[in-house]
């Protein structure tokens, strides 16, 4: 699942007629560098939640099949958070683990090693597993702590979480449908239950979350110093 719903506040004026996820870093949208890196590890059915502006994110990607996977769109009337937004996309989920990710996230991260995490999810626990990176500067203080392989909310030096996951739909199971929640609510419920499992990822990763960081990544995209974003 691709996270695309968001209104992309600190992204604006650029976000008032264009969503955030359409925005380019070269020449290429910031979601189809995602789906190109998704179908590279193999993951051919994606669904993408929309709200702001979705219907230019799909009229933009359609079916998926230009970009070698199969698209389904969740379209909620006003954006329902994360785990709001997986909550309500559950029916075309299905019950095994998926990932998400949002449509922001700028990575060379190779998410073949987080379809194996995702294999190891049950409802049992692990329910969750979270890709962690060091702290950007506009974040120093982090989100989480890891510990022998398990993310801990109060505990330990803490770590950015990327905004890459893997998770069970179990995680979801309490959010009734269509209604907004939280996605660090619930993790860290499940933290404290110990189960939520997570790596450090020492890569190249980005939060594209501002105007100005688009440019810088646009700029270099251009020069050729991004290797196709992904």
């Known amino acids: 699942m691709i996270l695309a719903a968001g209104r992309g506040e600190r992204m604006r004026p650029l976000t008032d007629h264009t969503p955030k996820a359409l925005l380019q870093i070269g020449d290429r949208p910031l979601i189809a560098l995602i789906i190109r890196a998704l179908a590279h590890a193999g993951i051919r059915d994606v669904v993408i939640n929309l709200a702001h502006l979705g219907e230019r994110i799909e009229a933009t990607l359609g079916d998926g099949v230009a970009l070698g996977v199969r698209i389904s769109y969740s379209r909620e009337t006003v954006a329902l958070e994360t785990a709001g937004g997986i909550a309500f996309a559950l029916p075309l989920l299905g019950q095994e683990p998926f990932i998400a990710v949002n449509a922001d996230v700028y990575s060379d991260y190779d998410f073949s090693a987080l ?19 060091e702290n950007p500067p506009q974040h120093p203080r982090g989100d989480f702590g890891l510990a022998d392989g398990m993310i801990l909310a109060d505990a330990g030096t803490r770590h950015t979480f990327s905004g890459i996951g893997a998770y069970h739909p179990a995680l979801f199971a309490d959010i009734p449908r269509g209604s907004r929640a939280r ?4 993790l860290i419920a499940a933290m404290r239950r110990r189960q939520v499992t997570g790596e450090l990822y ?13 440019a810088a990544l646009d700029s270099e995209a251009r020069a050729g110093g991004c290797s196709d974003g992904q």
Do not use: M, Q
Request: aromatic share 2%.
């Open 202 to 214: 020492a890569g190249r990763w980005h939060d594209v979350g501002t105007p100005e960081r688009l």
């Open 115 to 133: 379809v194996a995490a995702a294999c190891r999810l049950t409802p049992a626990g692990p329910l969750a597993h979270l890709v962690l990176v």
């Open 183 to 186: 996605l660090a609510d619930i």
